[in-house]
């Protein structure tokens, strides 16, 4: 099983992040961090790299949840989406499949919630 959810799109890169943020949003995520992965390796390293885009996407319903039931695994959230812009002009959007990711907390309660979690993030890739 993929670690990730993947969707190639015609959409421009500032469009493929609007959308992307929509539809996380009609589906209870908020973006609560966003890191521009280009200006970064830009000022911290002096290199050019394509446009990409990291947002850690959160349900904090289902953050609060998980959280009470194993505080630790907050070093496995939040749930990230990448948005990057490809050779040939068009944008890839991706997803974490929570699932894989959180098998490695070993605990039932976090495997269930992480399903329900994987299912919402495939839809958002999917929709857009």
Same mark, same amino acid.
């Given at each position: 099983?993929?670690?990730?959810?993947?969707?190639?799109?015609? /959409?421009?890169? $500032?469009?493929?992040?609007?959308?992307?943020?929509?539809? !996380?949003?009609?589906?209870?995520?908020? +973006? &609560?961090? =966003?890191?521009?992965?280009?200006?970064?390796?830009?000022?911290?390293?002096?290199?050019?790299?394509?446009?990409?885009?990291?947002?850690?996407?959160?349900?904090?319903? /289902?953050?609060? $949840?998980?959280?009470?039931?194993?505080?630790?695994?907050? !070093?496995?959230?939040?749930?990230?989406? +990448? &948005?990057? =812009?490809?050779?040939?002009?068009?944008?890839?959007?991706?997803?974490?499949?929570?699932?894989?990711?959180?098998?490695?907390?070993?605990?039932?309660?976090?495997?269930?919630?992480?399903?329900?979690?994987?299912?919402?993030?495939?839809?958002?890739?999917?929709?857009?």
């Amino acid at each position: 099983m993929k670690y990730y959810f993947t969707k190639n799109t015609k /959409f421009s890169f $500032e469009q493929a992040i609007e959308r992307t943020t929509k539809i !996380l949003k009609e589906h209870g995520f908020g +973006i &609560i961090t =966003e890191i521009d992965v280009t200006d970064t390796f830009k000022k911290k390293l002096n290199l050019d790299f394509r446009k990409y885009r990291i947002l850690g996407a959160c349900n904090p319903v /289902f953050a609060h $949840e998980v959280l009470s039931k194993e505080p630790m695994v907050g !070093l496995l959230l939040p749930c990230n989406v +990448i &948005i990057q =812009e490809l050779e040939d002009g068009s944008t890839e959007i991706s997803a974490i499949n929570a699932k894989v990711n959180m098998e490695i907390a070993m605990s039932d309660s976090v495997t269930d919630l992480s399903c329900k979690v994987t299912e919402i993030l495939e839809k958002v890739i999917k929709q857009i």
